[in-house]
């Protein structure tokens, strides 16, 4: 059987992958927790560093200049990648993580009060979880949990069941990282405008794998980290839509957010400057901003396209194996297998892959009632990145099969 | 890559799926509890002592890796019929062991056995299931009521 070209040959585009001295041993497949970087944009943050140094936003000479064209150009770019209306809707955060606890101490604890409800899926990534209860201790409301069946597909009846007058805000993530489910967020986000609540997705796992339109999607925000997408650790954003934002309180406060200071009143700046207190990590903006030219590049269809091509691999690959069950099998996936072997932990499953040069992820993967669903302590994890290829798959099941062997 | 045998030998392999001592005790005198979260690894650890400070019996059940199983069942095995002292410095030994404080070749020590975990020095994410079972023994026999490896 000949299989599907695959579209994409990108390794080469990174120097850790395709060292020589690794290219044939090493298989990295935890593109899920973090992906590797394209040499262009280590390149552009090591030039910024090196020839166009400078503070944003407050500098009137040319480098400071230079240097806040670029970062404000970025949200621009980040606003045309996700469909947004402007890029002031756009505020650059840590990541997924700071955004949605942006999100919860502002918006959470000024527009939701005692006996509101809040809506997460069973399926949630920890991050979508432990900002909410602050909010909810906090503020005397309570979290309502969407289930998800045997597939780990959320349960829309019941969803629709959960909604009431009392549903402030509903929080889902676009794809499940541990599952990989493709959550239908038009659809939940509709319903959830029926009632007057937002909705707030959780992007980590989609924004660097389709296409995404947060217009089409209906979704009041929408989070993600630059490092699951090529971009540097410690940079991501928040988008709300404007009319949101406007509304909400200063998260952090200090320099660059307000517009005047004196020791009795300060004002504050119009978003998304009112949600960026001090200097900014601006080298990262900058391997952000290379990132994102480096995915739209290569375009998100084709990115898409490549991983499901190999996530069918992967899956009949993995199907054959006997003992393995593979654990969330939504009919709507996105790149990411987890499974589980008889009779095997699957951090002994992640360690005997290491040894075999195979790096994936095995653990709970910071969501804990996910796994509790699915009633295993753990899973090993899978997932994949637009410069994987069936080598690489190969590579895996082989591991596995030598895992098997080592316990059988 | 090579060096799998450096960590999951035959003897591990063997205590891995035939966990000795693996069994709840009901007449116990001392218990406790140690769970990993990074690894959900969960075991509880009981002890019977007597008033001279000999471990009479000990046992665990529970659920985890290949390592942490393995590790509560050769402890369980070493320590069995000992003094409370020995397993309170065999507690120390190995933990230096499987930090790589101490090398069981270089260093004299009362390991025996147990110099089969010094492969896990080797994987630093490891090391927290080689030591679950100690933490809980130690914590058994402090009388407190959770060990953890955090």
Same mark, same amino acid.
């Given at each position: 059987?000949?299989?599907?070209?695959? +579209?994409?040959? /990108?390794?080469?585009?990174?120097?850790?992958?395709?060292?020589?001295?690794?290219?044939?041993?090493?298989?990295?497949?935890?593109?899920?927790?973090?992906?590797?970087?394209?040499?262009?944009?280590?390149?552009?943050?090591?030039?910024?560093?090196?020839?166009?140094?400078?503070?944003?936003?407050?500098?009137?000479?040319?480098?400071?200049?230079?240097?806040?064209?670029?970062?404000?150009?970025?949200?621009?770019?980040?606003?045309?990648?996700?469909?947004?209306?402007?890029?002031?809707?756009?505020?650059?955060?840590?990541?997924?993580?700071?955004?949605?606890?942006?999100?919860?101490?502002?918006?959470?604890?000024?527009? /939701?009060? !005692?006996?509101?409800?809040?809506?997460?899926?069973?399926?949630?990534?920890?991050?979508?979880?432990?900002?909410?209860?602050?909010?909810?201790?906090?503020?005397?409301?309570?979290?309502?949990?969407?289930?998800?069946?045997?597939?780990?597909?959320?349960?829309?009846?019941?969803?629709? !069941?959960?909604?009431?007058?009392?549903?402030?805000?509903?929080?889902?993530?676009?794809?499940?990282?541990?599952?990989?489910?493709?959550?239908?967020?038009?659809?939940?986000?509709?319903?959830?405008?029926?009632?007057?609540?937002?909705?707030?997705?959780?992007?980590?796992?989609?924004?660097?794998?389709?296409?995404?339109?947060?217009?089409?999607?209906?979704?009041?925000?929408?989070?993600?980290?630059?490092?699951?997408?090529?971009?540097?650790?410690?940079?991501?954003?928040?988008?709300?839509?404007?009319?949101?934002?406007?509304?909400?309180?200063?998260?952090?406060?200090?320099?660059?957010?307000?517009?005047?200071?004196?020791?009795?009143?300060?004002?504050? $700046?119009?978003?998304?400057?009112?949600?960026?207190?001090?200097?900014?990590?601006?080298?990262?903006?900058?391997?952000?901003?290379?990132?994102?030219?480096?995915?739209?590049?290569?375009?998100?269809?084709?990115?898409?396209?490549?991983? $499901?091509?190999?996530?069918?691999?992967?899956?009949?690959?993995?199907?054959?194996?006997?003992?393995?069950?593979?654990?969330?099998?939504?009919?709507? !996936?996105?790149?990411?297998?987890?499974?589980?072997?008889?009779?095997?932990?699957?951090?002994?499953?992640?360690?005997?892959?290491?040894?075999?040069?195979?790096?994936?992820?095995?653990?709970?993967?910071?969501?804990? +009632?996910?796994?509790?669903?699915?009633?295993?302590?753990?899973?090993?994890?899978?997932?994949?990145?637009?410069?994987?290829?069936?080598?690489?798959?190969?590579?895996?099941?082989?591991?596995?099969?030598?895992?098997?062997?080592?316990?059988? | 890559?090579?060096?799998?045998?450096?960590?999951?030998?035959?003897?591990?392999?063997?205590?891995? !799926?035939?966990?000795?001592?693996?069994?709840?005790?009901?007449?116990?005198?001392?218990?406790?509890?140690?769970?990993?979260?990074?690894?959900?690894?969960?075991?509880?650890?009981?002890?019977?002592?007597?008033?001279?400070?000999?471990?009479?019996? /000990?046992?665990?059940?529970?659920?985890?890796?290949?390592?942490?199983?393995?590790?509560?069942?050769?402890?369980?095995?070493?320590?069995?019929?000992?003094?409370?002292?020995?397993?309170?410095?065999?507690?120390?030994?190995?933990?230096?062991?499987?930090?790589?404080?101490?090398?069981?070749?270089?260093?004299?020590?009362?390991?025996?056995?147990?110099?089969?975990?010094?492969?896990?020095?080797?994987?630093?994410?490891?090391?927290?299931?080689?030591?679950?079972?100690?933490?809980?023994?130690?914590?058994?026999?402090?009388?407190?009521?959770?060990?953890?490896?955090?």
């Amino acid at each position: 059987m000949s299989l599907p070209t695959l +579209p994409l040959d /990108i390794k080469r585009d990174f120097p850790l992958l395709s060292n020589p001295k690794l290219a044939s041993t090493f298989h990295y497949l935890d593109n899920a927790a973090t992906t590797h970087k394209p040499e262009m944009v280590t390149r552009a943050m090591d030039d910024f560093y090196r020839f166009g140094y400078g503070t944003v936003r407050r500098g009137v000479y040319k480098l400071s200049e230079g240097a806040t064209a670029n970062y404000e150009g970025t949200r621009k770019k980040i606003a045309n990648l996700i469909g947004a209306e402007s890029s002031e809707e756009i505020v650059y955060t840590s990541g997924s993580t700071q955004s949605i606890n942006l999100v919860a101490y502002t918006y959470g604890r000024k527009f /939701i009060g !005692k006996g509101d409800e809040i809506i997460l899926s069973q399926i949630e990534h920890h991050a979508n979880i432990v900002p909410w209860q602050m909010v909810a201790e906090e503020v005397g409301a309570k979290i309502l949990v969407i289930p998800c069946n045997d597939r780990g597909e959320l349960d829309m009846e019941a969803y629709a !069941k959960l909604l009431s007058r009392k549903t402030k805000l509903v929080g889902v993530n676009h794809i499940s990282n541990a599952l990989g489910t493709l959550n239908p967020i038009q659809k939940i986000a509709a319903m959830a405008h029926t009632v007057g609540a937002v909705i707030l997705v959780d992007g980590a796992q989609s924004v660097a794998h389709c296409h995404v339109n947060v217009k089409e999607l209906g979704a009041d925000f929408f989070v993600f980290s630059g490092h699951k997408i090529f971009g540097p650790t410690g940079i991501g954003a928040l988008w709300g839509r404007m009319e949101l934002l406007d509304r909400m309180p200063p998260y952090q406060r200090g320099g660059d957010m307000i517009q005047t200071v004196t020791f009795e009143k300060s004002t504050f $700046q119009s978003p998304p400057h009112r949600f960026e207190a001090g200097t900014p990590p601006i080298a990262e903006v900058v391997g952000l901003s290379s990132a994102l030219d480096y995915v739209t590049g290569i375009g998100l269809d084709r990115i898409s396209e490549h991983e $499901q091509l190999l996530l069918n691999y992967a899956t009949k690959k993995l199907s054959d194996i006997k003992g393995l069950t593979i654990i969330g099998q939504a009919k709507e !996936k996105a790149s990411i297998l987890s499974f589980v072997l008889e009779g095997i932990h699957p951090h002994d499953i992640g360690t005997v892959l290491d040894q075999e040069g195979v790096a994936i992820r095995a653990g709970h993967h910071c969501a804990q +009632p996910t796994m509790q669903r699915f009633n295993v302590p753990a899973t090993a994890r899978i997932s994949l990145g637009p410069y994987n290829d069936y080598s690489d798959i190969d590579a895996a099941e082989k591991a596995i099969r030598k895992t098997l062997e080592v316990f059988g | 890559m090579s060096g799998r045998n450096d960590l999951y030998q035959q003897v591990i392999l063997d205590h891995n !799926k035939n966990p000795r001592n693996f069994k709840v005790m009901q007449a116990a005198t001392h218990e406790c509890d140690g769970h990993n979260p990074l690894c959900g690894d969960q075991i509880r650890l009981y002890v019977k002592k007597t008033a001279d400070g000999t471990i009479e019996d /000990i046992s665990f059940n529970g659920n985890g890796c290949a390592i942490s199983k393995s590790s509560a069942s050769l402890m369980t095995v070493a320590v069995k019929g000992k003094a409370e002292s020995l397993a309170r410095q065999l507690f120390s030994e190995f933990h230096k062991m499987v930090t790589g404080e101490l090398d069981p070749e270089t260093v004299t020590n009362q390991l025996g056995k147990l110099t089969i975990f010094s492969g896990v020095r080797e994987y630093p994410s490891r090391i927290k299931c080689a030591s679950l079972s100690w933490h809980a023994l130690l914590c058994a026999l402090d009388k407190q009521d959770k060990a953890s490896t955090e």
